[in-house]
Protein backbone atom coordinates (compact mmCIF):
# COMPACT_ATOMS: atom_id res chain seq x y z
CA UNK A 1 0.00 0.00 0.00
CA UNK A 2 1.33 3.36 -0.63
CA UNK A 3 0.82 6.61 1.25
CA UNK A 4 1.58 10.23 1.25
CA UNK A 5 2.16 12.08 3.98
CA UNK A 6 1.40 15.88 3.83
CA UNK A 7 3.21 17.54 6.64
CA UNK A 8 5.15 20.74 7.34
CA UNK A 9 6.54 19.62 10.30
CA UNK A 10 10.06 17.42 9.18
CA UNK A 11 11.05 16.01 12.51
CA UNK A 12 6.90 14.77 12.61
CA UNK A 13 6.68 13.66 8.93
CA UNK A 14 9.93 11.35 9.33
CA UNK A 15 8.95 9.93 12.79
CA UNK A 16 5.49 8.84 11.07
CA UNK A 17 7.56 7.80 7.45
CA UNK A 18 9.90 5.55 9.59
CA UNK A 19 6.69 3.52 11.69
CA UNK A 20 4.45 3.37 8.34
CA UNK A 21 7.70 2.04 6.65
CA UNK A 22 8.04 -0.79 9.78
CA UNK A 23 4.16 -1.98 9.17
CA UNK A 24 5.25 -2.68 5.08
CA UNK A 25 3.80 0.80 3.63
CA UNK A 26 5.58 2.75 0.63
CA UNK A 27 5.42 6.17 2.21
CA UNK A 28 5.58 9.71 -0.07
CA UNK A 29 6.33 12.82 1.17
CA UNK A 30 5.43 16.37 0.65
CA UNK A 31 6.25 19.45 2.98
CA UNK A 32 4.08 22.21 1.65
CA UNK A 33 0.69 22.99 -0.01
CA UNK A 34 2.79 22.80 -3.76
CA UNK A 35 4.60 19.50 -3.26
CA UNK A 36 1.46 17.93 -1.93
CA UNK A 37 -1.06 19.38 -4.98
CA UNK A 38 2.04 17.85 -7.18
CA UNK A 39 2.21 14.83 -5.96
CA UNK A 40 -1.56 14.47 -5.87
CA UNK A 41 -1.23 14.84 -9.48
CA UNK A 42 1.20 12.54 -10.69
CA UNK A 43 0.84 9.56 -8.49
CA UNK A 44 -2.20 7.39 -7.06
CA UNK A 45 -2.52 6.76 -3.19
CA UNK A 46 -4.57 4.16 -0.53
CA UNK A 47 -4.52 6.80 1.64
CA UNK A 48 -3.30 10.54 2.12
CA UNK A 49 -1.94 11.81 5.58
CA UNK A 50 -2.89 15.43 5.46
CA UNK A 51 -2.34 18.16 7.75
CA UNK A 52 -4.49 21.53 7.51
CA UNK A 53 -2.15 24.06 7.80
CA UNK A 54 0.69 24.29 5.05
CA UNK A 55 3.46 26.32 3.94
CA UNK A 56 1.77 28.16 0.57
CA UNK A 57 -1.79 26.94 1.20
CA UNK A 58 -4.63 24.95 3.20
CA UNK A 59 -4.67 20.86 3.53
CA UNK A 60 -8.69 21.49 3.03
CA UNK A 61 -7.50 23.05 -0.30
CA UNK A 62 -6.04 20.28 -1.09
CA UNK A 63 -9.06 18.28 -0.35
CA UNK A 64 -11.13 20.21 -2.51
CA UNK A 65 -8.37 19.91 -5.17
CA UNK A 66 -8.47 15.68 -4.51
CA UNK A 67 -12.23 16.09 -4.76
CA UNK A 68 -12.51 18.23 -8.37
CA UNK A 69 -9.70 15.49 -9.44
CA UNK A 70 -12.09 12.24 -8.27
CA UNK A 71 -9.10 11.45 -6.37
CA UNK A 72 -10.79 8.10 -4.41
CA UNK A 73 -7.36 7.92 -1.92
CA UNK A 74 -8.58 7.53 1.61
CA UNK A 75 -7.88 11.13 3.65
CA UNK A 76 -6.71 11.21 7.40
CA UNK A 77 -6.78 14.56 8.38
CA UNK A 78 -3.88 15.73 11.07
CA UNK A 79 -4.11 19.31 12.88
CA UNK A 80 -2.99 20.54 15.58
CA UNK A 81 -6.49 22.76 15.90
CA UNK A 82 -8.82 20.96 17.70
CA UNK A 83 -12.62 22.74 17.24
CA UNK A 84 -15.25 21.04 16.43
CA UNK A 85 -16.11 23.22 13.24
CA UNK A 86 -12.55 21.99 11.48
CA UNK A 87 -13.08 18.34 12.23
CA UNK A 88 -16.80 18.89 10.62
CA UNK A 89 -15.29 20.99 7.91
CA UNK A 90 -12.73 18.15 6.61
CA UNK A 91 -15.16 15.20 7.32
CA UNK A 92 -17.51 16.89 4.88
CA UNK A 93 -15.19 18.25 2.42
CA UNK A 94 -13.77 14.63 1.90
CA UNK A 95 -11.51 13.46 4.63
CA UNK A 96 -12.44 10.19 6.09
CA UNK A 97 -10.51 10.67 9.45
CA UNK A 98 -9.72 12.96 11.62
CA UNK A 99 -6.81 12.88 14.24
CA UNK A 100 -5.50 16.07 16.61
CA UNK A 101 -2.18 16.74 17.36
CA UNK A 102 -0.56 15.21 19.14
CA UNK A 103 -1.06 11.00 18.66
CA UNK A 104 0.49 8.22 19.03
CA UNK A 105 1.87 6.54 15.73
CA UNK A 106 0.03 3.21 16.58
CA UNK A 107 -3.29 4.91 16.13
CA UNK A 108 -2.41 6.49 13.44
CA UNK A 109 -1.58 3.08 11.52
CA UNK A 110 -4.69 1.59 13.09
CA UNK A 111 -6.80 4.19 11.41
CA UNK A 112 -5.03 4.25 8.10
CA UNK A 113 -5.73 0.29 7.92
CA UNK A 114 -9.12 0.74 8.36
CA UNK A 115 -9.70 3.25 5.85
CA UNK A 116 -7.93 1.31 4.01
CA UNK A 117 -9.98 -2.30 5.20
CA UNK A 118 -12.84 0.24 4.50
CA UNK A 119 -12.06 1.32 0.69
CA UNK A 120 -10.38 -1.87 -0.57
CA UNK A 121 -12.00 -4.49 0.71
CA UNK A 122 -15.69 -3.39 2.53
CA UNK A 123 -13.86 -2.88 6.43
CA UNK A 124 -12.85 -6.93 6.56
CA UNK A 125 -9.06 -7.93 8.02
CA UNK A 126 -9.52 -11.55 6.38
CA UNK A 127 -9.88 -11.24 2.83
CA UNK A 128 -11.17 -14.31 1.12
CA UNK A 129 -11.04 -15.17 -2.60
CA UNK A 130 -11.91 -18.80 -3.65
CA UNK A 131 -8.64 -20.76 -2.23
CA UNK A 132 -7.09 -17.99 -1.04
CA UNK A 133 -7.26 -16.17 2.58
CA UNK A 134 -5.22 -13.12 3.14
CA UNK A 135 -4.90 -11.61 6.69
CA UNK A 136 -4.25 -8.24 6.20
CA UNK A 137 -3.46 -7.35 9.40
CA UNK A 138 -0.21 -9.87 9.98
CA UNK A 139 -0.05 -10.37 5.97
CA UNK A 140 -0.38 -14.44 6.08
CA UNK A 141 -1.86 -15.42 3.04
CA UNK A 142 -2.78 -19.20 2.92
CA UNK A 143 -4.62 -21.59 0.43
CA UNK A 144 -7.00 -23.77 3.17
CA UNK A 145 -5.22 -24.05 6.13
CA UNK A 146 -1.96 -24.40 4.72
CA UNK A 147 0.42 -21.17 4.56
CA UNK A 148 2.14 -19.57 1.57
CA UNK A 149 5.17 -17.98 1.87
CA UNK A 150 5.63 -14.46 -0.53
CA UNK A 151 8.19 -11.94 -0.75
CA UNK A 152 7.13 -8.52 0.00
CA UNK A 153 6.83 -7.64 -3.36
CA UNK A 154 4.61 -10.94 -4.39
CA UNK A 155 2.12 -10.01 -1.18
CA UNK A 156 1.77 -6.17 -2.29
CA UNK A 157 1.00 -7.92 -5.64
CA UNK A 158 -1.31 -10.27 -4.55
CA UNK A 159 -3.68 -7.65 -2.57
CA UNK A 160 -3.19 -4.99 -5.25
CA UNK A 161 -4.78 -8.11 -7.74
CA UNK A 162 -7.29 -8.98 -5.08
CA UNK A 163 -8.96 -5.54 -4.15
CA UNK A 164 -8.89 -5.16 -8.34
CA UNK A 165 -10.19 -8.49 -8.71
CA UNK A 166 -11.94 -8.77 -12.27
CA UNK A 167 -11.13 -5.52 -13.88
CA UNK A 168 -7.68 -5.05 -16.22
CA UNK A 169 -5.00 -3.33 -14.54
CA UNK A 170 -2.52 -2.11 -16.54
CA UNK A 171 1.77 -3.10 -16.16
CA UNK A 172 1.45 0.31 -15.48
CA UNK A 173 -0.19 0.90 -12.46
CA UNK A 174 1.41 -2.22 -11.01
CA UNK A 175 4.76 -0.56 -11.50
CA UNK A 176 3.57 2.16 -9.73
CA UNK A 177 1.87 0.54 -7.05
CA UNK A 178 4.95 -1.42 -6.43
CA UNK A 179 7.74 0.63 -6.64
CA UNK A 180 8.20 4.22 -5.03
CA UNK A 181 8.64 6.75 -8.24
CA UNK A 182 8.98 3.76 -10.67
CA UNK A 183 8.78 6.22 -13.43
CA UNK A 184 11.47 8.57 -12.25
CA UNK A 185 13.88 5.91 -11.51
CA UNK A 186 13.08 3.71 -14.89
CA UNK A 187 12.70 0.60 -13.79
CA UNK A 188 11.50 -2.46 -16.62
CA UNK A 189 8.98 -3.86 -16.52
CA UNK A 190 10.55 -7.37 -16.67
CA UNK A 191 10.55 -6.83 -12.39
CA UNK A 192 6.87 -6.51 -12.85
CA UNK A 193 7.08 -10.02 -15.32
CA UNK A 194 9.59 -11.80 -12.87
CA UNK A 195 7.11 -11.03 -9.71
CA UNK A 196 3.85 -12.21 -11.97
CA UNK A 197 5.80 -15.38 -12.78
CA UNK A 198 6.75 -16.03 -8.96
CA UNK A 199 3.71 -15.53 -7.78
CA UNK A 200 1.64 -17.44 -9.98
CA UNK A 201 3.83 -20.43 -9.56
CA UNK A 202 3.73 -19.99 -5.90
CA UNK A 203 0.08 -20.35 -6.14
CA UNK A 204 -0.75 -22.95 -8.54
CA UNK A 205 1.91 -25.27 -6.77
CA UNK A 206 0.36 -25.05 -3.85
CA UNK A 207 -3.36 -25.90 -5.93
CA UNK A 208 -4.52 -22.85 -6.70
CA UNK A 209 -6.08 -22.46 -9.97
CA UNK A 210 -4.41 -19.97 -12.55
CA UNK A 211 -5.55 -16.50 -11.06
CA UNK A 212 -3.72 -14.32 -12.94
CA UNK A 213 -4.89 -13.63 -16.92
CA UNK A 214 -2.79 -11.53 -19.37
CA UNK A 215 -4.49 -9.73 -21.59
CA UNK A 216 -2.61 -9.17 -24.91
CA UNK A 217 -1.72 -5.17 -25.62
CA UNK A 218 -4.30 -4.19 -22.09
CA UNK A 219 -2.41 -5.40 -18.71
CA UNK A 220 -3.51 -9.01 -16.62
CA UNK A 221 -6.65 -9.28 -14.94
CA UNK A 222 -7.41 -11.41 -11.55
CA UNK A 223 -10.14 -13.65 -11.43
CA UNK A 224 -11.52 -17.31 -10.65
CA UNK A 225 -11.08 -19.83 -12.95
CA UNK A 226 -15.48 -20.76 -13.02
CA UNK A 227 -15.22 -16.86 -14.18
CA UNK A 228 -13.03 -17.10 -16.93
CA UNK A 229 -14.86 -19.06 -19.63
Request: proline content about 2%; glycine content about 6%; charged content about 30%.
Amino acid sequence: MRLLIIEDEKPLTKSIHSYLLQSNFLCDAAYNFFEGKDKLDTCSYDCIVLDISLPGGSGLELLQHMKRRKVSSGVIIISARNSLDDKITGLEMGGDDYLTKPFHLAELTARINSIIRRKSFEGNNIISFDKLTVNILDKTVKIGAEEIHLTKKEYKLLLYFISNRNRVVTKEAIADHLWEDYATLGYSFDFIYSHIKNLRKKLMDKGCPDYIKALYGMGYKFVEENLTA
